[in-house]
């Protein structure tokens, strides 16, 4: 044994050590002894505690749907810390000594704390599966902070993703809580309660025209007090805002025999509740929280008593007594001696510290760790210390810590000394979420060694070095310039910790930046980032440069040659714009990457190393004229509007709509009926079902191949694993193996696999972690098959599904040849990742009798699952009933993929006669559930001088993947939505689908006929560009009018989009923002803002017409309560709420009387998918047609007892024998298309809208921000307004993200590449519009439709206004190639990622990133768009 060895053998010797951990939780002190050393705190909260208000969205840090606060005293700040941790994350072995607090441990639905109140009221809660995570941002902030700033609040939850709300009003709830007064509207009251007079809060609406910016709701347009209309003052004369439309007085009210303008006074009509909305909060108490158990400061502080009467903290040391276990020896030293001596007696231990990087190691790469050691509780790694020219950051001090630590000595010593203190901070304002950085260390960034590490660069450029220990007292320091050896490895020596990182201060004349772009701004992970220093002296010339760059290289590199450059011929001015010219030539040449580099993009990041070269070069002029002298605004340059992160402009929304006079439940916007059950965490989704006994779970086998024929599966030692019990192959589908409705796809594949990832065998095993484990096990051989991903491959290949579905109206060639112009070209637009937040799962239970099986299923289409369970079983479909309770979102997703797990999970139970759970991981679930149709369109078009279409010519493809799934019923509605509001002239629009090898692509809200408008807007800009107009020009030019009839014959009779146009482009002030987008343009040279108009229709019905069906069934008991079941299921859009108004409003009973529980096949039966925006209208029909005859029943009753409540009525029709239960059925009438005569109508009617967006983007970046964005929204006479507006708003988000951020990517050979929220960008609370201004359009008379209380669907049709963003976007890319002389037409395709709007705004330094052709041919690129 050498000297050493034996040193810190004696040293271990000496620690006593415990292998128990204890902690806190909700209060309550846990001991564990000897914990399961591979869980997860959050697997320990949902299994074993039984706590699963706290959620699994992602299990890598991505989501935040897993959060938690954990406080802990920190003995070197000495005091307690309260922050917010995503469990999914925190090995449950780091909670010793903490107290761990989770949704539950703050109030119940009964009793909810002021933060769930809040939220749940003010409708930010949807699916409510994000929501127990956004509750415990901000209640961590609260601890923290009770008196935040609007700011604060906001930037909480740069964690925290939502899918279905668009987050405006989960940011309004939250916003409650800030200093500031929420809105004009907000009073906080002396005793801590708010009162909210504001549109959109529970309760009501406000009273307003439906204009944006009516005076009513707080807006600028204002009237002469009590005069009446809004617009008064604006419109002369009555005022009325329809006065030019329907002539005479113009009151749209005028013809109900009503006097005049219905706005005309508050008197007039209105009743109390809709002159104002109030809402009592509960006040926030911040002395009234759970208290930090005094007994773990004593803990944390060693100071317990020493007589045993209380544990004492000691370095922990477990074994595992499992032999399967990832993690068999674990060790949490407390001291640096400690943790020096474990590491030399432990070469090759891995050290774990935020475990934010292990962790997602062990989770996505399946790394296994078998001797770990926790640093993060040693306290001689979390001292910072400052020296004359350094300060020297404890290791693993976490990065939150970090940058207040930076912060204070920026406050302490200027900015002239600390340049790269400041540089490092604002690196760290876009480093991943806070749960992150509240764990995360600098020394686990710097050992991960990662190539896109946003810290690296900074230090290596400030001169840092990393100081390094091993045992023995053995030091030594690496300048970061040299510790980074290769990709992924450091020259730290395997028996080396890093102990600290010295940062110097910065010397007289240093001046340094950091920039860093992502694909999203908040939460992401560099694509490029770096640090650049330059050093002047006192003539102003170069003495020193450093740049070093992430994302360029295998490691953060040093960009040498530019820092020659820099300073050449001994240094020259750096304000000399020859220096710049130096600059870009050498950076762009040093760092250019090969056409296929890992990552992608490479010509993006060679564009991106100059641009933040230029940026830097203008920033740190210390002479202002440089910059200028070089055509540049230094204002202009800051990184990516980030500019200050704490300048951020806070997000306002207004929502506009009118009071409900003439009904009492239906129409009112209460909250969501489980709002106050999903704040709190009660609510309940598939996987929080307890377990029932000897329950088992399933994972899957995914197929290595995108095509391939299967030659065998070897399940052998799979089944060898500990708590292995079954491995499924296509061999134990005892019923039909085939299903979908074209009959074109195995349950589980016999010979041939379509799609890498395609389930091919299922692990039923004891445990999730045994059955994933062994699902590794399970070998398959394959002969692989040549595979096509893309649509354009496919196309070109004739790899096309049979089925055609087109539209002809016309002599198109004819009229082509007529045309005056004539313009071909493409349109394309990407796959799009449903990504609600909670993943699929099913879980069956046999009965035990008879085949029976339940089978509870997070999906929107229960009679699908029953079938498809039943048919793969072989049993009668008698035998199965699928129930709902709620889903944690849908959008399409689950209409038919989810089908197909359920029978995974039925086909387990059925052949171990145990209830089995099917719940798939995120990836899992990315890889194997289909996604948007991605579409291509090829088009002819002609037009006038005017831009008025006069033909067109368009061969639409979607990509279907592998099977039918849904896609014709996708191309049908993407074919008839080609002309979205535009008379096209003579037409013909033909759609195909492509079959590739992906997964089957399927629903998704807007099913094909946003993709089908996106098409046609696509074109139409291109259109315009050709005719020197604005594409609102040729909109408005183009617009259909009043009973137009559309390419498939349907005349528009309810036609209300060229009155919402005009009506939000005068309240929206579209021309003077116009001319003020383009004075602003011609001033700045490096961000361009744009502004885009844009409409939509969209037809409600389902495609199919038998699907044109709902049901329900409702009990009246004898106390007076009303049960309803109904054939649509809730996924948060509110179903169940409106579906209990609808009912409430036909018996007249209270709202609160009526209880949807859940949606079961049982009750409802046959039941359509929950999809096409009409479930509110079949089933609201079919409740009000069963309530209907109850009333009817009851009626003799209530007339004779016309004062007695509902519970005697209802009890003295039972005592006479009258049955107090009805079945409810509703077919949508007239409809019925058929696509080969092309007769007959399409859709029952068309949702419409209208919106207006502005953007302001940074053209050396392709980073953008949407600055405000406008929504004017015709959905009839809706049935809850509030929920209405936050369809609007979510749905919104959604076609912003499927547009901008969200990127869909495979590898070439056939894999998904993005496969989590690590690579695929979901719009975060920072990218809704800064200023998000919603109005729903009120007092049409609708006397034509004919759906439930005049209601429209309003689930998917504003989808499509979220690409106002992306037209806006394009708007300010044409700005700035205008700028650069760019005459080419701009072909630009979706999503307009940040990659793609920097390569549009083509100048020098994209002409110089380009690849030639000539090099990239025959290489293959490291991601396709399919
Ligand atoms: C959702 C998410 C977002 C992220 N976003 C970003 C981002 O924006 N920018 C970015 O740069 N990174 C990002 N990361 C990566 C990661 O968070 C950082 O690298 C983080 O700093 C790692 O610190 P940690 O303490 O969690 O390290 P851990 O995961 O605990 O450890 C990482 C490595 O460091 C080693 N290590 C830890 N401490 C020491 C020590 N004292 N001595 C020697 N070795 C040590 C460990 O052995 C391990 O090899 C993100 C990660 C996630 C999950
Ligand atoms: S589940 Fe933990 S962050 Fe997503
Ligand atoms: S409510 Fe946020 S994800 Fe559904």
């Known amino acids: 044994m050498s000297a050493t060895t034996a040193d810190t053998t004696n040293q271990m010797q000496q620690e006593e050590t415990s292998s128990q951990i204890l902690f806190y939780l909700n209060g309550s002190r846990v001991v564990i002894e000897e914990p399961d050393l591979d869980q997860t705190l959050l697997q320990y909260l949902r299994t074993t505690a039984g706590l699963t208000g706290t959620k699994l969205g992602c299990g890598e840090g991505g989501c935040g749907a897993c959060t938690v606060m954990i406080s802990r005293y920190d003995t070197v700040e000495q005091r307690i810390v309260h922050a917010s941790v995503n469990a999914c994350l925190c090995p449950l072995y780091t909670v010793d000594g903490k107290h761990v607090i989770t949704v539950e441990g703050l109030g119940t639905a009964k009793n909810p704390h002021a933060v769930q109140q809040r939220i749940a009221l003010l409708h930010g809660s949807q699916c409510g599966f994000c929501t127990p995570g956004f509750v415990m941002s901000l209640y961590t902030l609260l601890r923290n902070n009770p008196n935040p700033t609007e700011h604060e609040v906001e930037e909480c939850f740069d964690g925290n993703l939502c899918r279905c709300t668009g987050y405006r009003p989960i940011l309004d709830a939250a916003k409650t809580f800030a200093e500031q007064a929420w809105k004009a509207g907000t009073t906080v009251n002396a005793d801590g309660t708010a009162t909210v007079r504001a549109a959109g809060a529970a309760g009501s609406g406000a009273e307003g025209c439906g204009i944006e910016g009516c005076c009513r709701l707080g807006g600028d347009k204002k009237g002469e007090a009590n005069s009446g209309c809004c617009r008064e003052s604006e419109a002369g004369g009555s005022g009325c805002c329809r006065e030019s439309e329907a002539g005479g007085s113009g009151c749209c009210r ?113 790394s296994r760790f078998p001797v770990q050691i926790f640093v993060n509780d040693v306290a001689e790694l979390q001292h910072v210390r400052e020296a004359a020219d350094e300060v020297v950051f404890g290791a693993n001090i976490t990065l939150e810590r970090f940058g207040r630590e930076l912060a204070a000595l920026e406050a302490a010593h200027g900015s002239e000394r600390t340049q790269a203190f400041a540089a490092l901070r604002d690196n760290l304002r876009f480093f991943a979420g806070r749960q992150i950085r509240n764990v995360a260390t600098l020394a686990g960034n710097i050992a991960t060694a990662s190539p896109i590490s946003d810290l690296s660069p900074v230090l290596m450029a400030a001169g840092a070095a990393v100081e390094l220990a091993a045992a023995g007292g053995r030091r030594r320091r690496v300048a970061m310039a040299d510790m980074f050896t290769g990709y992924r490895r450091t020259a730290l020596r395997a028996d080396e910790v890093i102990v600290g990182v010295a940062v110097p201060f910065s010397r007289p004349g240093e001046r340094m930046r950091a920039f860093k772009q992502a694909k999203r701004r908040d939460d992401d992970i560099a694509i490029v980032t770096c640090g650049l220093r330059v050093r002047v002296d006192a003539q102003g010339r170069v003495a020193d440069a450093a740049f070093a760059f992430g994302g360029m290289a295998p490691t953060t590199v040093l960009a040498r040659r530019a820092m020659a450059a820099a300073t050449a011929d001994g240094g020259a001015a750096w304000g000399d714009r020859a220096v710049l010219a130096r600059l870009l030539d050498a950076v762009q040449a040093e760092l250019r990457l090969d056409y ?124 060898a694993m500990p708590g292995v019990v079954r491995v499924l192959t296509a061999a134990d589908v005892p019923g039909e193996n085939v299903w979908n409705i074209f009959a074109d796809e195995e349950v589980l594949p016999t010979t041939h696999v379509h799609y890498a990832g395609q389930p091919v065998a299922l692990v039923v095993a004891a445990s999730r972690r045994a059955a994933q484990d062994a699902a590794q096990a399970v070998h398959v051989t394959y002969e692989a098959l040549p595979a096509v991903l893309t649509v354009r491959d496919a196309v070109a290949q004739g790899a096309l599904f049979g089925e055609e579905r087109a539209l002809r109206r016309g002599d198109v060639d004819a009229a082509l040849a007529a045309a005056p112009h004539v313009l071909a070209g493409e349109s394309y637009c990407g796959a799009q990742e449903h990504f609600y937040l909670e993943p699929m799962g099913a879980l069956a239970v046999p009965r035990g009798e008879a085949d029976e099986l339940d089978v509870y299923a997070s999906t929107q289409n229960p009679t699908e699952t029953q079938m498809v369970c039943a048919a793969a079983l072989g049993v009668a479909a008698s035998r199965v009933v699928c129930r709902v309770k709620r889903l944690g979102g849908g959008f399409g997703g689950k209409e038919s993929r989810s089908v197909l797990l359920a029978a995974f999970a039925a086909l387990g139970a059925h052949h171990t006669r145990a209830p089995v759970r099917a719940v798939l991981d995120r990836d899992d679930d990315m890889r194997t559930s289909g996604q948007r149709h991605p579409f291509l369109a090829r088009w002819t078009v002609g037009f006038d001088g005017a831009g008025r279409l006069l033909a067109l010519r368009m061969h639409v493809f979607s990509n279907g993947g592998f099977s039918h ?90 036609w209300n989009v060229p009155l919402m146009w005009d009506r939000l482009a005068a309240s929206a002030d579209f021309a003077p923002r116009r001319a003020a987008v383009d004075a602003y343009n011609a001033r700045s040279r490096h961000r361009k803002r744009g502004l885009a108009m844009l409409p939509t229709k969209f037809g409600i019905s389902f495609g199919v017409k038998f699907l044109n069906q709902g049901m329900a069934l409702v009990h009246v008991y004898t106390d007076g309560s009303v049960l309803v079941a109904h054939g649509g299921t809730e996924m948060g859009q509110g179903l169940h709420t409106k579906m209990a108004q609808v009912a409430a409003e036909t018996l007249r009973v209270p709202l609160a009387a009526v209880f949807v529980s859940e949606t079961a096949t049982n009750t409802a039966a046959n039941t359509s998918p929950t999809a096409a925006s009409a479930s509110s209208d079949l089933n609201g029909f079919a409740v009000h047609n069963a309530c209907a005859a109850l009333a009817e029943r009851l009626r003799p009753y209530r007339e004779r007892m016309p004062d007695a409540s509902f519970a005697r009525v209802a009890r003295a029709a039972y005592l006479d024998r009258v049955s107090l239960t009805a079945a409810g059925h509703y077919a949508t009438p007239d409809i019925g298309f058929d696509w080969q005569a092309g007769t007959g109508q399409l859709y029952f009617y068309f949702t419409q809208g209208v919106a207006v967006a502005e953007v302001e983007l940074d053209t050396l970046t392709g980073a953008h921000t949407t600055r405000r964005v406008d929504i004017l929204m015709d959905v009839g006479r809706s049935l809850n307004k509030a929920l209405d507006i936050g369809q609007i708003e979510g749905a919104f988000a959604q076609g912003q993200g499927w547009t901008t951020t969200e990127e869909f990517l495979y590898f070439p050979r056939g894999p998904l590449f993005t496969q989590g929220p690590g690579n695929y960008k979901i719009p975060s609370a920072m990218d809704i519009p800064r200023d998000f201004r919603v109005a729903l359009l009120e007092g049409l008379p609708y006397e034509g439709l004919k759906t439930i209380y005049s209601s429209k669907g309003v689930g998917e049709p504003p989808l499509f206004l979220g690409a106002s963003v992306f037209f806006a976007l394009r708007d300010a890319v044409v700005a700035a190639r205008k700028q650069e002389g760019v005459d080419a037409p701009l072909h630009m395709e979706s999503p307009a990622t940040p990659e793609i709007l920097r390569m549009a705004c083509v100048d020098q330094i994209v002409d110089r990133a380009t690849i030639p052709a000539a090099e990239k041919e025959g290489k293959v690129p490291f991601a396709v768009r399919i």
């Open 965 to 1054: 799934d849904l896609s014709v019923g996708v191309l049908e509605r993407a074919v008839s939505h080609v002309d979205n509001c535009y008379r096209l002239g003579a037409c013909e629009i033909v759609g195909r689908i492509a079959r590739t090898n992906t997964q089957s692509n399927t629903a998704f809200r807007g099913f094909g006929g946003c993709q089908g408008m996106f098409l046609l807007e696509s074109m139409l800009c291109e259109v315009a560009a050709a005719v020197g107009r604005t594409p609102e020009a040729l909109r408005r030019l183009n617009m259909y009018r009043a009973g137009d009839t559309t390419p498939f014959g349907q005349r528009l009779d309810d």
């Open 596 to 719: 296929g580099v890992p990552g992608g993009m490479a010509e993006y990041r060679a564009a991106l190393a100059g641009s933040f070269m230029l940026k830097f070069w203008a920033l740190t002029q210390a002479d202002a004229a440089a910059p200028a002298a070089a055509g540049l605004h230094a204002a202009e340059m800051d990184d990516g509007l980030g500019a200050a992160h704490e300048g951020r402009a806070v997000c306002r929304g207004r929502q506009a709509y009118a009071s409900v006079r003439e009904r009492a439940v239906v129409g009112r916007g209460v909250a969501h009926a489980s709002a106050l059950q999903q704040a709190t965490g009660e609510a309940r989704y598939v996987d929080d079902m307890p377990p029932t006994r000897g329950e088992l779970h399933m994972a899957l086998v995914p197929a290595a191949h995108a095509h391939a024929r299967i030659l065998g599966i070897d399940a052998s030692d799979a089944l």
């Open 254 to 366: 005028e013809k109900n025999g009503e006097d005049g303008c219905c706005k005309k006074t508050p008197a007039n009509g209105a009743d109390a509740e809709t002159q104002s909305v109030i809402a009592q909060f509960k006040k926030y108490d911040a002395g009234s929280e759970l208290i930090f158990p005094p007994f773990l400061i004593r803990y944390a502080k060693g100071t317990t008593a020493l007589d045993g009467s209380e544990p004492q903290r000691r370095m922990l040391a477990i074994a595992s007594g499992s032999s399967e276990a990832w993690c068999r020896q674990f060790f949490r030293p407390l001291t640096l001696d400690a943790l020096l001596a474990l590491v030399a007696a432990h070469p090759g231990a891995k050290l774990v510290a935020g475990n934010s990087e292990v962790g997602v190691e062990m989770r996505l790469k399946r």
